[in-house]
């Protein structure tokens, strides 16, 4: 027989958990967007900090060793900021998912059970 009570408690559990889920999602998304607004204003100002150097330059050699630090160093720093947004990322889908946890071991259990039976 169908029980009402029964059904209301796991539409709500359903309800938090999707909104504990969505809460995670938002926090992650938006310390990533500032993470990514950082380094692109970072590198922003060492790219401008770079070609004020490289005008002052004096000679030809100068202007390559410095264009040369000046590379390595942005893809140094690149490589690190995509590791690190890529890590950010992953704990983003980690925290999404572990509302989920819950619900999903128990349904799981419950299955089993039931084919069991």
Known sequence: ?????????????????????????????QAIATEAADYSKK??????AHFEKLSGARSFETALELQTTYVKKAYESYVAEATKIGEMY????????????????????????????
Request: aromatic share 10%; hydrophobic share 40%.
């Open 90 to 117: 992953s704990d983003l889908a980690k925290d999404a998912y572990k509302p989920y946890e819950g619900p999903v071991a128990r349904t799981t259990a419950a299955a089993k059970s039931a084919a069991a039976a």
């Open 1 to 29: 027989m169908f029980n009402f009570d029964d059904a209301n408690a796991k539409g709500k559990e359903a309800m938090d958990t999707v909104l504990k889920s969505y809460s995670s999602l938002a926090k992650g998304m």
């Open 43 to 48: 590198s922003f100002e060492d790219g401008i």
